[in-house]
C-alpha cells in the first residue's frame, strides 16, 4: 500500500470513527427524556421490540456493508467497475430478498411474537409492526454504504449515519411525547409511547436512504462514464 493510500485510509477511518462516536453521544443524550417521556412500563416495551428488531437484522443483513465494501473494493482495484456494477445490482437483490422477508415475517408475525414468545406481554406489536420496514430500509442501507466504502470513502457512511441518528432522535422524542398525551387516557398508553419512539428509529433509517440514494444519483453519470471505460467483461 503506498503512503498516499495509507494516509487516505486513515483520515477516512477517522471520519468514520468520530462519526460513529457522534451517533452514539446523540443515542444515550436521547434516550434520557424518550425514557422520562414513556415511562418505565414504555421503555420495557420499547426494550422488548428491539431485541426482536436487532435479531432480526442480524439475520438479514449485518454482514452486507462489509462484504459489498470488499467485493467493490477488489473489483475497482482492477478497475473492473462493470463487474463491481454487477457487485452492487446482485448485493441489491439479495438485501431486498432478505430484509423483505425479515420484515414481513415481523410486520405480520408480531402478534404471535406477543402472545407466544413474551406470554402476551401488552402493546409489544405495535412497536414491531413500526420497526418492520426499518428492517427493509436498512438492509437496502447497508448495500449502498457497502458500495461507496469500497471506492475507499466513508464520508457518505458517515455523514447518512449522523443524519440518520438525528432525525431518530427528534422523531422519537416528539412522536413518543404526542402519543402519551393523545392516548393518556388509555389503560395501555405506555404501549402507544413505546410505538411513537420506535418510528425514530424508521424515520431514520429512510432518511439515511434517502440520502444514500441521492448520493448515488448524483455519483451515477460518473460511474457510469467508468463502466463505458472499462473493456472487461463483467
Not at 423483505?100 to 407466544?116: D, K, T, Y
Not at 401488552?122 to 413500526?130: D, E, F, N, S
Not at 429512510?206 to 453519470?221: I, K, N, Q, S
Request: some cysteine.
Amino acid at each position: 500500500m503506498s503512503e498516499s493510500n495509507k494516509r487516505n485510509f486513515i483520515v477516512h477511518g477517522s471520519i468514520l470513527a468520530i462519526a460513529g462516536i457522534l451517533v452514539r453521544i446523540i443515542g444515550m443524550l436521547y434516550r434520557i427524556p424518550v425514557v422520562n417521556i414513556i415511562g418505565s412500563e414504555g421503555n420495557g416495551i420499547y426494550g422488548a421490540a428491539f431485541n426482536i428488531y436487532n435479531i432480526m437484522l442480524v439475520l438479514s443483513s449485518y454482514g452486507l456493508p462489509m462484504a459489498v465494501s470488499k467485493l467493490v473494493s477488489a473489483r475497482f482495484t482492477k478497475k473492473r467497475y462493470k463487474s463491481a456494477a454487477k457487485v452492487l445490482r446482485c448485493s441489491l437483490m439479495v438485501a431486498v430478498c432478505t430484509g423483505g422477508i425479515a420484515a414481513l415475517l415481523v410486520f405480520f408475525g408480531a402478534s404471535f411474537i406477543e402472545n407466544v414468545i413474551y406470554g402476551g406481554g401488552p402493546g409489544l406489536a405495535g412497536p414491531l409492526r413500526i420497526l418492520a420496514p426499518t428492517i427493509f430500509l436498512v438492509a437496502i442501507l447497508g448495500v449502498i454504504r457497502g458500495f461507496f466504502q469500497g471506492q475507499s470513502t466513508m464520508i457518505p457512511t458517515a455523514v447518512s449515519q449522523i443524519l440518520e441518528q438525528i432525525v431518530n432522535a427528534i422523531v422519537s422524542i416528539a412522536a413518543g411525547y404526542g402519543m402519551m398525551k393523545a392516548f393518556a387516557s388509555l389503560p395501555d398508553v405506555a404501549a402507544y409511547g413505546a410505538a411513537g419512539s420506535t418510528l425514530g428509529t424508521a424515520m431514520g433509517a429512510l432518511t439515511a436512504v434517502l440520502f444514500m440514494g441521492f448520493l448515488y444519483a448524483v455519483y451515477t453519470p460518473t460511474f457510469n462514464r467508468l463502466k463505458r471505460k472499462d473493456r472487461h467483461t463483467e
